[in-house]
């Protein structure tokens, strides 16, 4: 499976983006997909994850009412909506392709190249 993340960007504290992971190769929707976040300096952590049917979701606790995860299979999509966006949400974006939709990076086999997104204070 191939990903490409995008629609990070530079957004004021409490704002929204969506960020989007487009994949492309393998059957899509035979794969749970997750969100990570890596900031400058420190290690890639849990974001969001969504399993193979939409049907089941986890959260970050720190993101927690702020975040929705779905997927659209037929178009090979996923989404991450990110609503009122604090300073420290800062950071790179991954979505990554595993069989289980868990919350470690171990597990997901196929990853994507990252999005910026930069909230300004």
């Known amino acids: 499976v191939q990903l490409q993340a995008s629609g990070g960007g530079l957004v004021q504290a409490g704002g929204s983006l969506r960020l ?3 994949a492309s190769g393998r059957t899509f929707s035979n ?13 890639r952590e849990f ?12 959260y970050a606790d720190s993101m927690k009412g702020r ?11 996923v989404y991450l909506q990110m609503n009122s ?7 790179v974006y991954y ?15 196929y990853w994507g190249q990252g999005t910026e997104v930069t909230v300004s204070s």
């Open 20 to 22: 989007s992971c487009a």
């Open 95 to 109: 979505c990554a392709a595993g069989g289980l939709s868990g919350r470690s990076t171990r597990d997901y086999d």
């Open 67 to 77: 975040l929705t995860i779905f997927r659209d299979n037929a178009n090979e999509m």
């Open 31 to 43: 794969y749970a997909v997750g969100w990570f976040r890596q900031a400058p300096g420190k290690e």
């Open 47 to 58: 974001v969001a994850t969504i399993d193979w049917s939409g049907g089941i979701t986890y």
């Open 85 to 91: 966006l604090k300073p420290e949400d800062t950071a």
